[in-house]
C-alpha cells in the first residue's frame, strides 16, 4: 500500500448497535485522501463509535469500512494492525484501547 498524504476513508451502508440500541444504520460516506474532515454533532450522536469503527476497533453489524480501498471490516488482526499505522488518534479523556490490556495499551506507541 502507497500513501502520500492522508488516505481515503469510506463507508457503505454501515450500521452500528450496542444490543437494542441502534447508534446509526446505513451510513455511507467518502472522505477523500488528502481532504480535512470534521465529524460534528451533539453529545451521544455516535460521533466516537464511529471513530473507533473507522480504526477497526469497533465492529459494524453491516456494511463496509474501506481504507485506502481495503475493507478493514474483513482484515485478520494482522493487517488491521498495518492499516492503523496509517492513523493518529488521541482519544476524549484520555481513554484507553478497550480491546487491549493495559500492558498492550501503554506498549501500543512503542510498537
Known amino acids: 500500500m502507497e500513501v502520500g498524504v492522508g488516505v481515503e476513508v469510506r463507508t457503505e451502508s454501515v450500521t452500528k448497535s450496542f444490543g437494542s440500541q441502534r447508534i446509526w444504520q446505513d451510513v455511507s460516506l467518502t472522505l ?4 480535512v474532515s470534521a465529524l460534528l454533532g451533539p ?3 455516535g460521533k466516537s463509535v464511529f471513530l473507533k469503527s473507522l480504526i477497526g476497533l469497533l465492529r459494524p453489524e453491516r456494511g463496509s469500512i474501506f481504507i485506502d480501498g481495503t475493507d478493514i471490516t474483513t482484515c485478520s488482526n494482522k493487517e488491521l494492525y498495518e492499516i492503523r499505522k ?8 484520555g481513554a484507553l484501547f478497550g480491546s487491549m490490556n493495559l500492558f498492550d ?4 506507541p512503542l510498537r
Open 86 to 93: 496509517l492513523f493518529g488518534v488521541l482519544f476524549q479523556d
Open 105 to 108: 495499551n501503554v506498549a501500543f
Open 43 to 45: 453529545s451521544g450522536t
Open 32 to 35: 477523500p485522501s488528502g481532504e
